[in-house]
């Protein structure tokens, strides 16, 4: 039996240049990594690169752990990346209340994308698996 991919190394790569705020960790659930990447700007940088040669393993764990389903996960990390005040991953997940509750507060002043940058992927396996 063949494991869905709920990741995407590409996506992964692509995070990786904001690397040095930590997105491409927390997209791969390793918020406490991530957190920590963002306060030391990707470990002055040395953790950044060397991470450039740990995303593919990062991308297999991270297959290994989520739930596939209906819902993408690439699609909602995009949502959340680059909109992400805007509630947009959070209505795609079906979640519309708090999805317009976003818009219209910009992520709940923020404080709303902290929590789903450290939540979003259990979020998904949550939705996924019904």
Do not use: C
């Not at 209340?97 to 396996?125: E, H, R």
Request: charge should be neutral.
């Amino acid at each position: 039996m063949k494991k869905q991919d709920t990741h995407s190394v590409a996506i992964g790569y692509i995070l990786w240049i904001f690397g040095f705020m930590g997105m491409h960790r927390f997209y791969y659930g390793k918020p406490v990594s991530g957190t920590i990447y963002f306060f030391t700007l990707g470990l002055l940088g040395i953790g950044w690169i060397i991470d450039l040669f740990l995303i593919p393993g990062m991308d297999r764990q991270a297959d290994l752990r989520f739930a596939p389903g209906p819902k993408d996960y690439n699609l909602a990390w995009i949502f959340l990346v680059f909109l992400g005040p805007f509630g947009i991953h959070r209505m795609y997940m079906e979640k519309w209340l708090t999805g317009i509750l976003y818009l219209f507060t910009g992520g709940v002043f923020l404080l709303g994308i902290l929590y789903d940058l450290w939540t979003l992927n259990d979020q998904l396996s949550q939705v996924n698996n019904g």
